[in-house]
């Protein structure tokens, strides 16, 4: 297998690492710059899977807590996309789009969102 779809792999194996996790893994950002084979593979697989640094739906609702001013389960939407896009393992305009659009709830007419269904619908089949 090609390296640079080491993380794919992975995340089809319903594991969830991190693109740091997957280039330290040996992944490559390139195709065809690396090969390797189904044994040099399962230790890899293996290694992520007993891995718990993924955090998990309790663990995304405690951080959006943090942004819910009102304390009623609700947070601005402009603020995840900003969250989204500048902290942690940050996504690109393009990428978050699709994301949003399939996993978040309307905005309210303040700019609202329940952000329980959108944490949701991301963890699904992760735990």
Do not use: W
């Amino acid at each position: 297998m090609d390296a640079f779809y080491i993380g794919d792999c992975l995340r089809a194996l319903n594991l969830n690492p991190t693109l740091a996790t997957v280039e330290k893994l040996g992944g490559t950002e390139k195709r065809k710059e690396k090969m390797i084979k189904l044994d040099d593979f399962m230790p890899l697989f293996a290694q992520v899977k007993k891995d718990k640094d993924a955090g998990s739906y309790e663990d995304f609702i405690e951080v959006l807590k943090l942004y819910d001013k009102s304390e009623n389960g609700t947070m601005m939407y402009a603020e995840l996309e900003h969250i989204l896009l500048s902290l942690g393992e940050r996504l690109e305009k393009a990428e978050l789009e699709p994301i949003l659009k399939e996993c978040c709830p309307p905005e309210d007419e303040e700019g609202f969102i329940p952000y329980e269904p959108f944490v949701a619908a991301l963890t699904k089949g992760i735990n």
